[in-house]
């Protein structure tokens, strides 16, 4: 949840199943092995090895984690204009097109003036999944928006500027 809301792809992230084993091993070892404590001493010191099992996972969490929150939300800001579609993210539209930001406002999108807004949701809401949210007809947006940039990018209604180039 965290390297989505701060604009990580969730596919580029790492996997976690050690961590997923470590802790799920660890956790069955350690209820086995209580529940064993009870009549046979020899369970104690396998108990003990199972939080060190279950702790070795949470410590994998913790670093992915963190090197997670360390990253930078990947956007096509760096690379130049972006292609307006429905998986094109909010924020991708509004870094490259600030005009855009007006037209949302008209549309109802009202949580596109709040910073905070921007850096954590804009990031991992495509335009069509904020069209659902807001009950907006995602092909009347998107040819609003089109016509929007198409005038920014040198007046043709029917061009989209990628990459710099008309």
């Not at 990580?8 to 209580?34: C, E, H, K, Y």
């Not at 990253?71 to 924020?91: H, L």
């Not at 509004?94 to 008209?106: G, H, K, M, P």
């Not at 905070?116 to 928006?145: G, N, P, Y």
């Amino acid at each position: 949840m965290v390297p989505i809301l701060g604009g990580l792809d969730p596919r580029r992230l790492s996997s976690l199943r050690a961590t997923f084993w470590l802790v799920n091993v660890g956790n069955s070892m350690r209820v086995v092995f209580q529940i064993l404590t009870d009549t046979q001493k020899w369970a104690f010191p396998l108990m003990g090895i199972s939080a060190w099992v279950e702790v070795t996972g949470l410590i994998l969490w913790a670093i992915d984690l963190w090197r997670a929150m360390g990253r930078r939300a990947e956007t096509a800001g760096a690379s130049g204009r972006v292609a307006i579609g429905p998986r094109t993210k909010v924020f991708e539209v509004i870094e490259n097109y600030s005009e855009t930001v007006a037209l949302f406002r008209q549309f109802g999108f009202s949580l596109i003036d709040n910073p905070m807004a921007q850096r954590i949701f804009a990031r991992s809401v495509s335009l069509e999944q904020a069209c659902r949210l807001r009950h907006v007809d995602f092909a009347t947006f998107q040819a609003a928006l089109n016509k929007l940039v198409g005038k920014s990018c040198g007046g043709r209604d029917d061009l989209i500027q990628l990459g710099g180039h008309v």
